[in-house]
């Protein structure tokens, strides 16, 4: 399933939430409507908080089926909330804490910023439960800027390279297709909130942009 939404006015959805198979972080504040989008499209549990005071919750945080990454900035009762929905939980420290901005990850693998030490790729593996490797895609340092992924597929920004689309296909074990959201927007992440049973895309989005996203992340049955 794959559905157009808005958060509040603004049609950059993905900086508000974060999805896995079960659970979705979402914004605090966010109207009732979309937090409706987002359990009945993804089929999740929802869990409304703030990381850090921000309501950008979709870029301070990745997750996947076994566990959460959340900014370093987070407070002590936000991550006691987060806690209380996934016990399996870690904060990353440092400058590169939009855990969501930097990570890119599903069930079978995760791709991160060059620059984590390797102490942060064994503390994100321990909490992730996958292999993690650094890389850069379409560019960019911040690699969960600028794809989407599930345990089905994945989009990704228009220069990603051939090379990066087989480093993706060999960590996180799904096909990528290229496309843009929000009438022409390549960062995907600001756009689409997804996982593996459906998608929520923001309200911009084109159908031509529609159908990529939808064959991308393998949503037509």
């Known amino acids: ?7 509040g006015g603004n049609c950059n959805i993905g900086v ?22 987002l359990e009945a499209v993804l089929g999740v549990e929802t869990v409304l908080t703030s990381v850090a005071g921000s309501f950008v919750v979709g870029s301070l945080t990745a997750m ?3 566990g959460i990454a959340v900014s370093g900035m987070a407070e002590q009762d936000e991550l006691e909330k987060i806690r209380s929905a ?8 440092g400058r590169y804490n939009a855990a969501g901005n930097n990570i890119l990850v599903n069930d079978r693998g995760a791709i991160v910023n060059p620059v984590y030490t390797d102490a942060a790729l064994k503390e994100l593996s321990d909490v992730f439960g996958v292999e993690c490797v650094r890389s850069t895609l379409a560019g960019c ?18 220069d990603t ?28 992440a ?32």
């Open 1 to 7: 399933m794959i559905r157009l939404s808005r958060y």
């Open 16 to 37: 508000f939430a974060a999805a896995g198979e079960d659970l979705a972080l979402v914004a605090a504040d966010a109207e009732p409507g979309f937090v409706r989008d």
């Open 141 to 158: 340092d911040t690699v969960g800027s600028v794809c989407v992924v599930t345990n089905r597929g994945c989009v990704c920004h228009n």
């Open 161 to 188: 390279t051939d090379e990066e689309m087989r480093l993706i296909a060999d960590v996180l074990k799904v096909e990528c297709k290229k496309t843009t959201v929000n009438h022409g927007v390549d960062f995907l």
């Open 64 to 66: 996947n089926s076994n």
């Open 190 to 221: 600001s756009g689409i909130i997804a996982n593996s049973k459906g998608a929520l895309v923001g309200d911009l989005t084109m159908p031509i942009e529609m159908g990529r996203i939808e064959e991308g992340l393998d949503l037509y049955d």
């Open 86 to 93: 996934a016990s399996n939980v870690v904060t990353v420290p």
